[in-house]
């Protein structure tokens, strides 16, 4: 098993953009279902969206119509494309991989990945 590598994150402002990355180095991934959480100090991850088997896209109610995951299969990433970023965005983002093609779990479920990315930081400013 190999951990997800993040990239991206880092500080914008208000209705900017900002792209996070996850990939898994020498392990594919790209075509399992991908999850994306973000948690701030003192509360529970909370789910942000997921791309499940067959390409099946879901996003919370808090960041659809602003996040889009996307997908490089060249490259095996996953990515965060966050628009019309908000304040209440700050938070640490981390992606997750289910090891498996199909799954039918509950992905707004933390417990229902096997690999988790490092964590980066977004701080989205007023």
């Known amino acids: 098993q190999v951990q997800p590598v993040q990239s991206g994150g880092g500080s914008v402002q208000a209705g900017g953009s900002l792209r996070l990355s996850c990939t898994a180095s020498?392990?594919?991934?790209?075509?399992?279902?991908v999850g994306w959480f973000r948690q701030i100090p003192g509360k529970e991850r909370e789910f942000v969206g997921a791309r499940r088997w067959m390409g099946i896209i879901m996003y919370d109610d808090s960041v659809k119509g602003r996040f889009t995951i996307t997908t490089d299969y060249t490259q095996d990433t996953v990515f965060l494309q966050m628009s019309s970023v908000k304040p209440e965005d700050t938070a640490v983002y981390f992606c997750?991989?289910?090891?498996?093609?199909?799954?039918?779990?509950?992905?707004?479920?933390?417990?229902?990945?096997?690999?988790w990315g490092q964590g980066t930081q977004v701080t989205v400013s007023s």
């Open positions: 997750a991989v289910k090891d498996t093609a199909y799954t039918t779990d509950s992905l707004n479920l933390t417990k229902n990945y096997d690999l």
């Open positions: 020498g392990r594919p991934f790209s075509r399992n279902t």
